[in-house]
């Protein structure tokens, strides 16, 4: 093949003189993609996100632009599928973003590798109807020391997700290198979900890598705060107490937070253009 057919046939080489060539997204995924650590009232499910956010841009530049979101919090890569795949793939999706797993690999004893594989399942699906399919590794944790131990296999598991995106001519939205948001400033206080920095930048990056322009900009945080050691300590305390210990008490008891959790956007539905322009 040559490169001008190879350039022709993958999917991240759009051209971007005209506006985008999509219509319908619809997004998949657990709490990350559904947008948890970014409240807002007058958003569906009360969470705004990245999800949200690029849609709104991709609304603001063509006339019939709808949007579904079957995210679920707390859910692992096999209810995903189980749950989103079929209703999504339903919906006739141009573009599809996909990012699962992410539960699955922060869990002891789970295997990447095996992860990986169902992961690759759903994007065979997902790309066999030949919309465009974005998927999203994982950050980079070594930032934070609480998930610092699964550093190692969240980028066993990005590799995996590069090469299946390499198979099956996705795009890759790489949050492993947005160093931007590799601050806790940019991280809600469960240290877990992002917050609307972090979203934000999230959407900047999907943006990115769909070679859509766009006018959002970067956010920066406030300085980070300077405490004595034992301000600290008593924060990781609350922290353990409000939020660690829960996350702890779910998992022994087989429970997930998305639980009698419906899609905040089970419809494609059109995007206010206005939206775009809250940030």
Known sequence: MSPESEQQHRTPFVPNDDPHP??????????????????????????????????????ASVDDFAYANLAVRGKLIEQIIADQVEPALALNPDLITFCAGGNDVIRPGTDPDEIAARF????????????????????????????????GKIA?????????????????????????????RFFADDRLHLNPL???????????????????????PEPIARLSWRQARSNDLVWARTHLVPWVLRRLRHQSSGDHVSAKRPEPLPVAIEDASQD
């Open 22 to 59: 999509w219509r319908r997204l619809v997004a998949l995924g657990d709490s990350f993609t559904e947008g948890i650590g970014d409240p807002s009232p007058g958003s569906p499910g009360g969470n705004r996100g990245w999800a949200d956010r690029v849609a709104e841009v991709l609304a």
């Open 156 to 184: 066993i598991y990005n590799e995996n997700v590069r090469a299946v995106a390499e198979r099956y001519d996705c795009i890759v939205a790489d949050q492993w290198a947005l160093k931007e948001i590799q601050d806790p």
């Open 198 to 220: 972090g979203h934000h930048e999230v959407a900047r990056m999907v943006l990115r890598a769909l070679n859509v322009p766009n006018t959002l900009t970067p956010m920066q």
């Open 120 to 151: 690759e399942d759903a994007v065979i699906r997902l790309s066999s109807s030949g919309a465009t399919v974005v998927v999203i590794t994982g950050i980079d944790v070594a930032f934070t020391p609480v998930f610092r131990p699964f550093r």
